[in-house]
């Protein structure tokens, strides 16, 4: 499994999740520049993600739902705030309502994705920050750690095919 270690830091708040995968940079990096490809490993496999927009540039957003097991929709979007292709990419992510307008009363997250040659292969850092502790416990609760390193697992075959 790529996913090798993830920690929360409560005081810094933080959720670092670092991943290797057996694929140069740049093949990680198509992985989140396209759209197709990121719906495949966005979500966990019982809530596959569809991309709606799709805009990885400074000031872009990302627009996306999961689709649970029951028909149920969940929607997110990314801000872009920065993009150094093939190596690291900064976003706001959040949580929306099915109309993609953000949804308020929960947590949002300042990410930065980093991708770095690793042995033969490439390291993922995936940091998340939060705007309070409360906020990070709230995503903790919610499964963030388990969904994350299943949607992280599924990069693998995807690099494969």
């Given at each position: 499994m790529p996913?090798?270690?993830?920690?929360?830091d409560?005081?810094?708040?933080?959720?670092t999740?670092?991943a290797?995968?057996?694929?140069?940079?740049?093949?990680?990096?198509?992985?989140y520049?396209?759209p197709r490809?990121?719906?495949?490993?966005?979500?966990?496999?019982?809530y596959?993600?569809?991309?709606?927009?799709?805009?990885?540039?400074?000031?872009?957003?990302v627009?996306?739902?999961?689709?649970?097991p029951?028909g149920?929709?969940?929607?997110g979007?990314?801000?872009?705030?920065?993009?150094?292709?093939?190596?690291?990419?900064?976003?706001?992510?959040?949580?929306?309502?099915?109309?993609?307008?953000?949804?308020?009363?929960?947590?949002?997250?300042?990410?930065v994705?980093?991708?770095?040659?690793?042995?033969?292969?490439?390291?993922?850092?995936?940091?998340?920050?939060?705007e309070?502790a409360?906020?990070?416990?709230?995503?903790?609760?919610?499964?963030?750690?388990?969904?994350?390193?299943?949607?992280?697992?599924?990069?693998?075959?995807?690099?494969?095919?």
């Open positions: 996913v090798t270690d993830v920690q929360h409560l005081d810094n708040l933080t959720l999740i670092v290797d995968f057996a694929a140069p940079v740049e093949r990680v990096w198509q992985v520049a396209d490809q990121l719906e495949k490993v966005w979500g966990p496999p019982t596959p993600a569809t991309v709606v927009d799709h805009d990885l540039r400074p000031g872009g957003r627009n996306y739902f999961m689709t649970g029951e149920d929709k969940h929607a979007y990314w801000l872009v705030t920065a993009v150094d292709e093939p190596t690291s990419f900064s976003f706001e992510d959040g949580f929306a309502d099915l109309d993609f307008t953000p949804n308020p009363s929960l947590p949002v997250s300042q990410n994705y980093s991708f770095a040659a690793h042995g033969s292969g490439t390291r993922a850092t995936y940091v998340g920050t939060y309070s409360e906020a990070l416990q709230q995503v903790l609760a919610m499964g963030i750690v388990e969904g994350a390193s299943l949607a992280i697992n599924q990069i693998d075959a995807l690099l494969a095919s």
